[in-house]
């Protein structure tokens, strides 16, 4: 009975170990078979997939086949130029700006109300019409101007970029005057033109959101002071209005790839309202020449601007802007004419438009009447230009004392502004 037993437990094992590798082999084989299958799959051509058109295959893939949108051209580069007339300081100007108690000059002031015009431009322009020749010589008036450098940082503060100094008062103190107001314009991040310190730049090219722009400017008048300076310095210092010098150089900065010219004229008579044949003739000759907007100064009063058609494109033109800031007053005891007219000014603004074939049109011209208001506080002389959208405005620099003044302003300066229809 025991040998049975044990012979019993043995073939037990036997197949119990029999089962385990039958197990384990087929385990092998199924394994190694899936192998072979997934090579054989991935080796395969893929059948593309059938579309549900009966009878006709395609690949799923059909974006080639898919007509794309039209692609929107970009919209043309523009840009807005504001151009402003004469600024000079009289007695009156200097003694509103002194504290007395730090004794310096502060000009801020004059410019809060009209600084969102000028500051929202891509370019501004305004005629420098004085120097800053230092504190070593008394700052003064006419007529022979010398500015505290701080009326500098003041007009970069409301958004001026270039000051022309091609006027009848750039020679006031000489060549230094001349030299050091130029230096001080560019040490408070502005441009200078119309006159140099070494020969050179007398204009500027800029490059204004991809519109080069060539500004260029020249002066009928330097008050005598030029007899002084030979010949040399004449041509190396200043900018002299001159016919053939003006198209050469607009010839020499068209030749330069600019897309636009710009030439700022100090010209014509002061306190007339009305542009001499000399401006009007000359005008006509400079667009010809290749400029597309002149800017006009020194009549200290404002003078009629013309939209021009040349060779069927729009160009403008403004005999004068009149002062920007200034002392004349309608009351003052000065013996002129036309004194009610010399308190204003006008801030043109032109949006420039590029075209498809890398022209330059002019898209639109609008102004803005300015008026120099003066008051009392404090037993001390108070300076605002005030901007004047309408002949009733609705702000809070209007009041009974000067409302009356300031529609009459408007309607003054509007009547000569030439309407742009953008044809």
């Given at each position: 009975m ?7 437990k ?19 084989i ?9 090579q ?15 009878g006709l ?9 898919t ?25 009156g ?29 891509d ?18 008036s ?20 270039i ?73 190396r ?35 007339i ?11 006509k000759?400079i ?18 601007s ?40 006008v ?54 004392r ?22």
């Amino acid at each position: 009975m025991k040998t049975k037993m044990i012979i019993f437990k043995r073939t037990f094992y036997v197949l119990c170990i029999m089962c385990f590798l039958l197990l384990v082999s087929t385990t092998i084989i199924l394994a190694i078979g899936g192998l072979n299958n997934n090579q054989i799959n991935s080796a395969a051509p893929s059948i593309p997939a059938q579309s549900s058109f009966t009878g006709l295959s395609e690949s799923t893939d059909n974006t080639s086949d898919t007509p794309k949108p039209p692609s929107t051209p970009p919209p043309p580069q523009s840009i807005t130029i504001s151009a402003v007339g004469d600024i000079m300081l009289h007695q009156g100007n200097l003694n509103s700006a002194y504290d007395s108690k730090s004794k310096k000059y502060d000009f801020s002031g004059f410019f809060e109300h009209v600084k969102p015009y000028l500051s929202s431009s891509d370019l501004t322009i305004a005629n420098f019409e004085t120097v800053t020749a230092g504190a070593g010589i008394k700052y003064r008036s006419f007529p022979v101007f010398n500015s505290p450098d701080s009326i500098l940082p003041a007009l970069s503060g409301t958004g001026v970029d270039i000051l022309s100094t091609a006027n009848n008062h750039c020679l006031d103190w000489g060549i230094n005057g001349l030299t050091r107001t130029i230096q001080k314009i560019k040490e408070y991040k502005m441009v200078n033109i119309g006159s140099s310190v070494n020969g050179k730049d007398k204009y500027v090219i800029k490059d204004v959101k991809g519109i080069k722009i060539a500004i260029l400017s020249y002066s009928q008048f330097f008050n005598g002071h030029e007899a002084k300076l030979s010949s040399n310095d004449k041509s190396r210092y200043l900018s002299i209005l001159n016919e053939s010098k003006i198209q050469n150089d607009i010839k020499e900065v068209k030749a330069k790839g600019v897309d636009t010219v710009i030439t700022v004229l100090h010209w014509g008579n002061e306190y007339i309202r009305t542009p001499s044949t000399y401006q009007t003739n000359l005008s006509k000759k400079i667009l010809s020449w290749g400029a597309d907007i002149i800017l006009g100064s020194h009549p200290h009063v404002v003078q009629k601007s013309e939209i021009v058609k040349v060779n069927g494109k729009n160009k403008f033109i403004i005999y004068s802007m009149g002062n920007f800031i200034s002392g004349y007053r309608r009351t003052d005891k000065a013996k002129r004419i036309n004194k009610v007219y010399t308190e204003d000014g006008v801030i043109v603004t032109l949006k420039l438009e590029k075209d498809t074939k890398g022209g330059i049109n002019i898209k639109d011209v609008t102004y803005m009447p300015t008026w120099v208001d003066m008051y009392s506080s404090k037993n001390k002389p108070v300076y605002k230009i005030l901007p004047v959208p309408s002949p009733d405005v609705k702000a809070p620099y209007i009041n009974s004392r000067n409302k009356s003044y300031v529609k009459q302003s408007y309607n003054n300066t509007m009547s000569l502004m030439a309407k742009f229809n953008g044809k």
